[in-house]
């Protein structure tokens, strides 16, 4: 686990860029992204309403991902320099746009 400051530096540059990279996903289907005071979060209006939000765990160390009721704990990997989800591999980005695609039924969207 790195330390408290890393994470927060490591956290919010990830987000931040997440939240950069995802306007592209946000002009080409219908999703409203909002990030505000550390939690980006997304809302699916079609096929179904749905919601992702993302938001930094600072007392675990992880970045936490609430989705198709589920939750999903992503760890810093120093040497993949990126949040990686443990039980698959997928690191952040590819993990969100996987997410997103399912909500919006047409598979995993670039991220």
């Known amino acids: 686990m ?17 939240n950069r990279r995802l306007d592209v996903v946000a002009e080409a289907h219908d999703v409203e992204i909002l990030y505000q ?23 675990a160390g992880q970045i936490w991902i609430s989705a198709l009721s589920t939750s999903f704990k992503l760890d810093w990997m120093v040497e993949r320099d990126a949040f990686v989800l443990a039980r698959t ?23």
């Open 37 to 59: 005071g550390g939690v980006l979060t997304l809302e699916i209006e079609e096929p179904s309403p749905s919601k992702i939000v993302i938001s930094p765990n600072s007392a």
């Open 89 to 111: 591999g997928e690191a952040l980005p590819a993990l969100v746009g996987r997410l997103v695609g399912e909500e919006l039924g047409v598979g995993p969207v670039t991220v």
């Open 2 to 18: 790195i330390g408290e400051a890393e994470f927060g530096r490591k956290s919010v540059e990830a987000l931040e860029t997440l």
